[in-house]
Structure formats: structure tokens, C-alpha cells
């Protein structure tokens, strides 16, 4: 069994309290590692390495120097790459090819970009006329903000961890980690790679733990921490943000999302029925960004109800390393509990049940995991609770509409607005559609495509900010104004 131990200034080490938690797979709930739970003391060490960091030489490192080392970072995550892979694989249970293919490669390719991006970014500078005709120069610079905490989320851990960390660093900030309780291997990991590449002591901190009095409400409320960057549900963002009123501090936040899809008659069927087979079911269905109520003009609805179905009773669970494998459990025992208290719902709500719907049969151990089968639903109305509440499980209601007026108006009809994605031929309605639905990132005849340099973010109740190329930067530091007289 592992023993994952928090990483405070370039040293693992257990809590002083002795105090532990068991991780278990969502394979077959075995305990797979033994966790060391952070308590003040520890929270309190990781912010104060992470103060003395920036008071020594990470704190006068040239850019160019910093830039080197968050590539090295990147090219030894690269090297150790089957290490990444494996353990993302054990604390997730997701398919390997997921690992290999997105998961891993994104959070290496996160430290580059960063990197790109503070080494290129263009800095700001005005010509001031004064009374006396000889002028004034303004000009803006870029500082770090200091000790970052980031709270991370457990259904892409080690992608969306780095997304943070990666543009903090290059800023030049330090920081404290607290990984999900579900997902703590690959941010302890990281550590190590950390020491290799020579991040000095102190600039990246990883401490353990869960929520409320424990770790996670450490760190957001420890003085400090100047401010705080956290993808999770809308619940936790709310009680992060009180927290975070303290003193002030910043805060950047992706929270949760109830997605709506739309598919109009004259779009690439074929090409919808598959981007939605991933909008909905990749992951599990466990992506923020994911697709929970779908939209399909009149014409082709039953058609595409269909066809959807059809990808969903195709998919193939297994353990991860399996290679046809592409369908992996739920994260733990009890989001499958909540999950299928929706699937329960749903049925007692009037839906009709398309496919799906409960757990399927394992073989052996893995019939004690977090299994659950890929659910479609329709013939609910836009007040149903599975209509309106986020699920985070492999699921979707399907609705038919006539007019775009009014599916634009079922779009919006949510406190969230997060993602969309949307799929037709005419490109004038792409772009009109496009404009109108309230979320922050929308996509056209795709899903989940990224250009990490555009703004990534949630509106109304799915977040408060915007990361991703430039956009990183107005979080991670603190713009000041120069101004010399001439």
C-alpha cells in the first residue's frame, strides 16, 4: 500500500497529529494508499516555506530562469510519464487511453504554455502631456500576487491542478496545494519532480486532507494566503469566497455547470451523435464541461435519441490497463449513491427511460466498485429536477424544440452558464446561436477543444474570472503603475 505523505518545503512528511485517511479505488474500493491528513501545523508550514520561497532566490529569479525551469518541469512530467499515467489511473479509474491521450500530455503541456506566455507577454506604457509641456511616462509592470492557494477538483486531477499551477509559477508565485482527498497521488508526484528540475524549496506545497475543519478550510482561511484559485462544485466556491472576504483575498473559480446542447436538423448528424457520445459519457460523465440536457431540433429528434442510445449500450466497462476498456466507474461509492439518487428521481419524476439506469453487472471485486451505467432520459419537462440540477454522472435528458428562439430560451433557463456546445451547417446561425446562449465557452460542431491561450472561465453561478494565455495573468499577479516625470 502507498504511503502518500504531504510535501512541504521540498520535504515529504507526515502530519504531526499521526493523523491518516484511506484511499480506495473506484475499481473495487480496495484501500490502495494510506494518506497523511494536514492539520493547522502542516497548512501552516507550507504557507510559511511558501513566504520564505519568495523571499529568497525564487523571489529575484529572472523570468528567463524561471521559464527554463517550469520546461524542465514539463520534460521530466514527460519522462516520468508512465509514473503520471498510473497513478491518475489508480485514484480515477478512467481508461488508459483518457490518461495517455489528454489527461497527462495536458498537464505537462500547461507548465510550456505558461511559460510562453509570462516570457512573451507585451507590457503596457503611456505618454502623458503635463501643464509644464515636458511630460510624464507611465508604464505598467507585472508583479506576483504571492502565496497561492489552490484547491483542486478529483475528476481530472492532475490536468486541472497544473492549469493553476502551471501560470502561478510562471508568474512567479509559490504555492499550496490541496488535491481532492479522492485524487492525491499525482499532485504528491509532483513534488518529486519538483526537487529533480531544482524548484527551489518551498515554491510548490502539497497538503492533504478534506473540507470543512480540515485541510481545504486551512488554507482558505490561513492569513497567509493572498489568494486562492479553486474548480469544484458552486456550494464549496460559495463558502471558499466568505472565507476568502477575510483580508481581501482574491479568488478565481470554476464551479458547476448544467450544460445544454443544441442540434439543429441541418447538422452533421453522424459528427453530433459521436461529439455528443463524449460530451455526455466521457469521463464518466465526471466533466465540468459536460453535456446534461441535450436539444435536437423536431425533424431528427427520434433519430438522434436513438442513435445516442446506441453509443451508450456500446461502451465497455473495465479496469483502465484493459485495452478495449473505455468506460471506468464513478469516483467513489458515494457520488454512485448520489448519482443514482437522480437516476431514482428521474423515473419517479415521469421521464422515459431510454437506456440505462442503474448499475451494471461487474465480474468478481470489480462488482464492489463505483459502477454506473450511461443513462438517457426524455419526455421530462424544463422543471424537472434532472432538468435542472447538476448530476456529474454519464447522463442526459433529450428534448425536442422547434424554433431558436426557443431553445435559446431553454438554454439560458439555468442559474449556470458554463459551457455549451452546438451543431449545425448554417454558419450564420452558428455564430447568432452562438452569441446568445449565456455560458462562457461555447463550441461549434465540437466539444472539449482548447486552445489553452483563449479565456477559459463560468458565468452567473459556474465562476467568477477568466484563466487561460493573458487572461491567467490578471489573476496570478498584481498590475502597478509607474509614473516618471520628464
Aim: net charge negative.
Amino acid at each position: 500500500m502507498r504511503q502518500i505523505e504531504n510535501f512541504i518545503a521540498g520535504e515529504y512528511r507526515a502530519a504531526a497529529s499521526d493523523r491518516r485517511f484511506d484511499k480506495r479505488s473506484p475499481l473495487d474500493n480496495r484501500v490502495i494508499a494510506s494518506v497523511s491528513e494536514a492539520g493547522r501545523d502542516e497548512v501552516d508550514a507550507a504557507v510559511q516555506a511558501a513566504h520564505a520561497a519568495l523571499q529568497g532566490e525564487w523571489g529575484t529569479m529572472s523570468t528567463e530562469r524561471r521559464v527554463e525551469l517550469l520546461y524542465a518541469v514539463a520534460n521530466e512530467i514527460t519522462r516520468r510519464f508512465d509514473d503520471f499515467v498510473e497513478a491518475e489511473m489508480a485514484d480515477t479509474g478512467q481508461p488508459e487511453h483518457v490518461m495517455k491521450h489528454v489527461f497527462i500530455p495536458r498537464g505537462a503541456a500547461n507548465f510550456k504554455v505558461f511559460a510562453d506566455t509570462i516570457k512573451n507577454v507585451a507590457s503596457e506604457s503611456f505618454r502623458t502631456d503635463t501643464p509644464d509641456g515636458r511630460g510624464a511616462l507611465n508604464y505598467a509592470i507585472r508583479k506576483p500576487k504571492g502565496v497561492i492557494g489552490v484547491i483542486c477538483p478529483w475528476n481530472a486531477p492532475f490536468m486541472l491542478m497544473t492549469w493553476k499551477v502551471g501560470p502561478a509559477l510562471a508568474c512567479g508565485n509559490a504555492v499550496v496545494v490541496k488535491p481532492s482527498e479522492e485524487s492525491p497521488q499525482t499532485a504528491a508526484l509532483l513534488g518529486e519532480v519538483m526537487n529533480a528540475v531544482g524548484i527551489p524549496k518551498g515554491v510548490y506545497n502539497v497538503v492533504h486532507g478534506f473540507g470543512p475543519d480540515s485541510a481545504g478550510e486551512f488554507v482558505t482561511r490561513h492569513p497567509g494566503v493572498d489568494a486562492i484559485t479553486f474548480t469544484g462544485e458552486t456550494r464549496t466556491g460559495t463558502a471558499i469566497m466568505k472565507a476568502a472576504a477575510e483580508g481581501m483575498r482574491d479568488v478565481s473559480f470554476e464551479l458547476g455547470g448544467k450544460n445544454a446542447g443544441i442540434v439543429f436538423a441541418d447538422a452533421d448528424f453522424d459528427a453530433a451523435v459521436e461529439g455528443f457520445s463524449r460530451s455526455v459519457f466521457l469521463n464518466t460523465g465526471q466533466v465540468c464541461l459536460g453535456t446534461e440536457r441535450v436539444y435536437v431540433e423536431r425533424p431528427i429528434f427520434q433519430r438522434f435519441v436513438q442513435a445516442l442510445k446506441a453509443k451508450a449500450e456500446a461502451v465497455k466497462y473495465g479496469r483502465p490497463e484493459v485495452h478495449d476498456s473505455n468506460f471506468g466507474p464513478l469516483i467513489s461509492l458515494e457520488h454512485q449513491q448520489k448519482v443514482l439518487s437522480y437516476y431514482r428521481k428521474a423515473i419517479e419524476e415521469g421521464a422515459t427511460l431510454v437506456t440505462g439506469g442503474g448499475v451494471p453487472d461487474m465480474p468478481g471485486e470489480l462488482a464492489e466498485g463505483a459502477w454506473i451505467q450511461p443513462t438517457i432520459w426524455t419526455g421530462l419537462s424544463e422543471t424537472a429536477a434532472v432538468v435542472r440540477e447538476e448530476i456529474f454522472g454519464p447522463c442526459c435528458h433529450i428534448a425536442p424544440f422547434d424554433s431558436e428562439d426557443e431553445v435559446v430560451a431553454k438554454a439560458n433557463a439555468t442559474e449556470y452558464g458554463l459551457s455549451t456546445t452546438i451543431w449545425t451547417s448554417n454558419l450564420a446561425r452558428a455564430h447568432r446561436v452562438a452569441e446568445r446562449v449565456d455560458v462562457g465557452i461555447t463550441w461549434i460542431n465540437s466539444w472539449f477543444l482548447r486552445d489553452l491561450r483563449t479565456p477559459f472561465g463560468g458565468s452567473k453561478q459556474s465562476g467568477i474570472g477568466r484563466e487561460g494565455g493573458v487572461h491567467s495573468l490578471e489573476f496570478y499577479t498584481e498590475t502597478r503603475n509607474i509614473c516618471v516625470k520628464l
